[in-house]
């Protein structure tokens, strides 16, 4: 049995906490997408671990965890994050392993992206990691894979420069070395969850293109980014929060007016800690995009919904969610690919009572207020896809499951 988690906002959905709180039914943890742009926060017993491409199973000690062909990989960022994993009291050696296709970022690529992203007419707000130029260059068939370190004519072409990089990690890389593909056909009667990063409209294909990232971070990209075929994919989570937030440029459609909303924007980003995991930045926040929402359990075929930070809402009144755009005088209910019309949508949106009580507490759909559970309801109804899992804190102990993924 596998699981597939992925984001299906604009990253930031709180995938690391609910892989980290799934991992415990799982063997391994496969993460098959992005690189170091990706910020995977988990709080175990109040302690909080940062992740960025060590895939959030590495917590337990008992799990091996891998890191996917789907994915870019900055080898001196992965050893610093290692090293900090292990300075926290988490042995991982013999623990993570890397797909021998995956694609490296060199660290010239780093200042490329930023210079890229400069000198855009429309700035695309990338991290800075590489990660644009890594997935480029692999695309024009120049990319380097772990596999090629041991390619002799392929080494031979490289600068002194990044020859003498790679020297630093090589011996170290090439230990944790496997061939994923076969791993996924020796592991396919077991537990595996795979780790989705970014978001479904971060997705390269189905996002808000440009304003993507890009690699495959929609549910497909479990299959294309470790080497198992689509039909393998037994359960897919989509991860959303009870909100949107946005970082980086791109049309948003429910972003909170500045001005009118400023107030609800603040509180929002203060109370559900809105600030990026890896660049610090203010996430944009808006009202929960259930357009957006239904396009991504359509093109992601998401067997169930992960919905997160509904306790940010706790002392709400009235929350109201998007359920259509008004755009050029016309109400649009799917999800469109021109960005004019994105930009220029204006949000249709529905009330709901607040329930005014804290779910900080509460472990079990019944006993959790009725206006939240008519929240709950409406987005499953408007989405057709069940919420499975409900997230009421930061901490691993503060979700509560519905139905188990694990489960058929
Ligand atoms: P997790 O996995 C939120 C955004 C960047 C930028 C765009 C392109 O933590 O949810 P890139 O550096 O990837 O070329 O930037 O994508 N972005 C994310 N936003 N969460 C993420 O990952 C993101 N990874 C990339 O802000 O707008
Ligand atoms: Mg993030």
């Given amino acids: 049995m596998n699981v597939v988690i992925i984001g299906a906002q604009w990253g930031d959905e709180g995938k690391g906490k609910i892989v980290d709180y799934l991992a415990k039914d799982a063997k391994y943890v496969v993460r098959y997408s992005g690189g170091p742009n990706a910020g995977h926060t988990i709080v175990v017993d109040g302690k909080q671990f940062a992740l960025h491409q060590v895939p959030s199973g590495i917590l337990y000690s008992d799990k091996k965890v891998f890191l996917g062909a789907g994915m870019v990989i900055d080898p001196e960022a992965l050893f610093e994050e290692l090293k900090m994993i292990k300075d926290n009291g988490v042995d991982w050696e013999g623990r993570v392993f890397i797909s021998d296709r995956a694609h490296l970022i060199l660290p010239r690529y780093r200042q490329m992206d930023k210079d890229r992203d400069a000198s855009r007419k429309r700035p695309i707000g990338t991290t800075g990691r590489g990660i644009g130029i890594a997935y480029s260059e692999k695309a ?35 230990q944790m070395r496997v061939d994923l593909t076969q791993k996924m056909w020796e592991f396919r009667k077991e537990n595996i969850l795979f780790e989705g990063a970014q978001g479904a409209m971060l997705d390269i294909d189905s996002g808000t293109y440009p304003y993507v990232s890009s690699g495959a971070s929609c549910a497909a990209g479990a299959a294309t980014g470790c080497g198992i075929g689509p039909h393998n994919l037994d359960h897919i989570l989509g991860v959303f929060k009870a909100y949107e937030t946005r970082v980086g440029n791109g049309p948003m459609p429910t972003e909170f007016n500045a001005t009118s909303e400023g107030e609800l924007c603040q509180y929002v980003r203060d109370t559900g800690r809105e600030y990026g995991v890896t660049t610090g930045r203010a996430r944009r926040c808006g009202y929960l995009d259930l357009v957006a929402l239904r396009y991504a359990c359509r093109v992601n075929s998401l067997d169930s919904l992960v919905l997160t930070h509904l306790d940010i809402y706790d002392a709400m009144d009235q929350i109201e969610a998007c359920v259509g755009y008004e755009i050029n005088g016309k109400i649009v209910t799917d999800f469109p690919a021109n960005i ?32 939240a559970r008519a929240y709950v ?28 993924p694990w489960k058929k």
């Fill in 140 to 174: 024009h068939r120049d990319g380097l894979r772990l596999a090629d370190l041991d390619w002799t004519e392929k080494l031979a072409d490289l600068e002194k420069e990044d020859l003498d990089y790679l020297d630093k990690y090589k011996e170290q890389l090439l």
């Fill in 340 to 371: 004019d019309q994105l930009n220029s949508a204006k949000p249709i949106l529905q009330k709901f009572s607040g329930w005014k009580t804290s779910l900080k507490e509460c472990r079990s759909y019944k006993k959790m207020p009725k206006n």
């Fill in 377 to 404: 309801e409406f987005i499953e109804a408007f989405t057709g896809t069940p919420v499975s899992i409900i997230s009421v804190g930061y901490d691993r102990d503060e979700t509560f499951i519905r139905k188990n």
